[in-house]
């Protein structure tokens, strides 16, 4: 069964390929480099994976992967794992790339993203994390084996051999998995060292896959959701656009409390009136729910499915001859909400 999976993928591969304009040998030898060294398919192990992606019990250490200037719930998220300190140990801050309206390119976005990661941590008066932040990837990968070096890329590739499979390190990613991905391709023992829970793609019911963290670098994407690294996927679209908040809702329970928390509400009502505009604009707090996964509160539920796959036009394929990965897909929304208006306001 699982060399069916593997010709299937590389038929897929070559087709794709092609319509990019490499011709089919050149297409056929990339793909058998890609598999000897970065997504060697045969040496995946389900129940060992199945282990691997069970919630961790105690206090774990994590990095997390983000572009923080692209819209407000990262910064949400980045202050709510360093505030949930009782369970996560913060060990490094990689800027993760972004294009749209908001940057000029994705090296801006990720330099935009690095600089509103150290205002969040002035706002937070976490100085000494200030020397753990890394700069990300400049560009998303241009092929399915090449990555893309940088400052981050390198720090996870060395960082996580300090880890073991029965104790990982914990990747959020919340951004574009470039970073991440280039990582894997950089070490690729490194699948065996760590866990990643990414909030990337829509809901497998969903109409379409054109998500924005995942469709900025589907190369990235299919990378980690074939490669065999323990997954725990947070969709978007069907399952997180759940997680919303309004404007009364923020001023209520975080006006007033400190200055991380004033400034949240100033920019999330800014960007949603820009955005949205009315006067009963609701705004989904995407990221927050990646960092909840590891927490010990009643938030989410998920279940195990086979890894789908993250096609070049913005839909998934499915096989149900590849490995598994966990997929959220509830959102317990009130319950979240609760334990982070408390520690904002810590």
């Not at 990661?117 to 000494?128: A, C, P």
Request: charged residues 25%; contains cysteine.
């Amino acid at each position: 069964m699982e060399n069916s999976c593997i010709k299937y993928l590389s038929n897929n591969y070559v087709y794709f390929m092609e319509r990019r304009g490499v011709n089919t040998e050149e297409a056929k030898k990339e793909w058998e480099v890609f598999t000897s060294s970065a997504i060697n398919k045969s040496s995946i192990d389900n129940a060992r994976l199945i282990r691997r992606l069970e919630k961790p019990k105690g206090r774990v250490d994590v990095v997390i992967d983000t572009d923080t200037y692209n819209e407000i719930d990262d910064q949400f998220a980045l202050s709510y794992l360093i505030k949930s300190d009782e369970k996560l140990e913060l060990k490094a801050i990689y800027a993760a790339p972004f294009f749209n309206q908001k940057s000029t390119g994705p090296a801006d976005g990720m330099e935009k993203s690095y600089q509103e990661i150290m205002n969040v941590l002035t706002l937070l008066e976490r100085e000494d994390l200030k020397s753990v932040v890394y700069r990300g990837s400049m560009s998303y990968m241009p092929s399915e084996t090449e990555p893309v070096i940088s400052d981050a890329a390198k720090d996870l590739a060395e960082r996580a051999m300090a880890y073991t499979e029965e104790k990982p390190l914990y990747v959020i990613a919340i951004g574009a998995i470039t970073n991440v991905s280039s990582a894997l391709l950089l070490n690729p023992e490194i699948k065996d060292r760590i866990v990643l829970i990414w909030l990337g793609g829509n809901a497998i019911h969903w109409p379409h896959n054109k998500e924005f963290n995942l469709y900025q670098d589907v190369a990235g994407s299919r990378i980690v959701f074939g490669c065999g690294v323990p997954l725990v996927q947070l969709p978007c679209m069907g399952v997180v656009s759940a997680f919303t908040t309004s404007g009364p809702e923020l001023e209520h329970h975080l006006r007033g409390k400190n200055k991380l928390c004033d400034y949240l509400i100033d920019v999330t009502t800014k960007e949603a009136l820009q955005c949205y505009g009315g006067s009963t604009w609701t705004r989904p707090i995407w990221d927050v729910t990646a960092v909840a996964w590891l927490l010990d509160g009643d938030f989410e539920e998920d279940c195990l499915m086979h890894s789908p796959i993250p096609e070049y036009d913005d839909r998934y394929a499915f096989d149900n001859n590849r490995h598994f990965i966990k997929y959220v897909y509830h959102i317990k929304r009130d319950n979240l909400f609760a334990d982070l208006f408390e520690k904002l306001k810590k």
